[in-house]
């Protein structure tokens, strides 16, 4: 029962450009979305979120975007750092969360 | 930078044993969770922790599983009878509780559990 999905194993992008990671969901009575990076051999680590109420939360460098009729959760990073390549995990709550696979992302220098 | 530890980094048992993860989550967090991500696959929520009670869980999280906060301090996850898909990197994390489920959760290293 995959409530969260992220359709894209891995992305690379080139230092500088802009990535996006996408993410879908099932389930409409979600509240609330985040993003959380993580490096091999240490936990998520929390990144942005976004309430169901708004379409846009900006942080910096990382913009989310929530597009409630589509189901459809994305997460911009711009420009892009080396230091960026993890993998990527979005979650959507309602009391409980539910992660999607992850996005394992890499920028080339 | 407070952080949340977990203890062992890696925790080898047989088939049927107990287990015991622990986790000494950020000192004044009201909120406590554990996750697991077995290989390859998403991470799972299991649980999570207030007021000395659980506040939800999920169909994982079945009778073999105990969750405890023993003192001020640690957080444990007790495996009861372990079985092979067991097997799974678990994650402690902790919240302030100032905002419920919205709170930015802290996430712990994690614990490699292997079962043989």
């Known amino acids: 029962d995959q409530q969260v999905k992220q359709n894209s194993p891995s992305l690379s992008v080139q230092e500088g450009r802009i990535s996006i990671l996408n993410c879908d969901y099932t389930?409409?009575?979600?509240?609330?979305f985040l993003w959380y990076k993580k490096y091999p051999a240490e936990g998520p680590t929390f990144l942005i979120s976004?309430?169901?109420?708004?379409d846009k939360n900006e942080d910096g460098r990382f913009t989310v975007f929530l597009n409630k009729s589509a189901k459809h959760l994305s997460l911009h990073i711009v420009p892009s750092q080396p230091g960026d390549s993890a993998v990527y995990f979005c979650?959507?709550?309602?009391?409980?969360?539910?992660f999607g696979t992850g996005t394992s992302l890499t920028v080339i220098p | 930078e407070p952080e949340v530890t977990q203890t062992p980094s890696h925790q080898v048992t047989q088939m049927g044993q107990e287990v015991i993860l622990r986790c000494v989550p950020i000192?004044?967090?009201?909120?406590f969770y554990w996750y697991r991500q077995i290989l390859g696959q998403k991470v799972e929520f299991l649980v999570s922790?207030?007021?000395?009670?659980?506040?939800?869980k999920s169909e994982i999280f079945d009778d073999q599983f105990s969750v405890e906060r023993p003192d001020g301090s640690n957080f444990t996850l007790k495996i009861r009878s372990t079985k092979l898909e067991d097997s799974a990197m678990y994650f402690c994390?902790?919240?302030?509780?100032?905002?419920?489920?919205?709170?930015?959760?802290?996430f712990g290293p994690g614990t490699r559990l292997t079962v043989l």
């Open positions: 994390a902790s919240s302030a509780g100032t905002s419920g489920v919205t709170d930015t959760q802290y």
């Open positions: 389930n409409s009575m979600f509240d609330y």
């Open positions: 976004i309430s169901s109420i708004k």
């Open positions: 979650a959507a709550s309602r009391n409980q969360f539910y």
């Open positions: 000192s004044n967090h009201l909120y």
């Open positions: 922790f207030y007021n000395n009670e659980i506040s939800e």
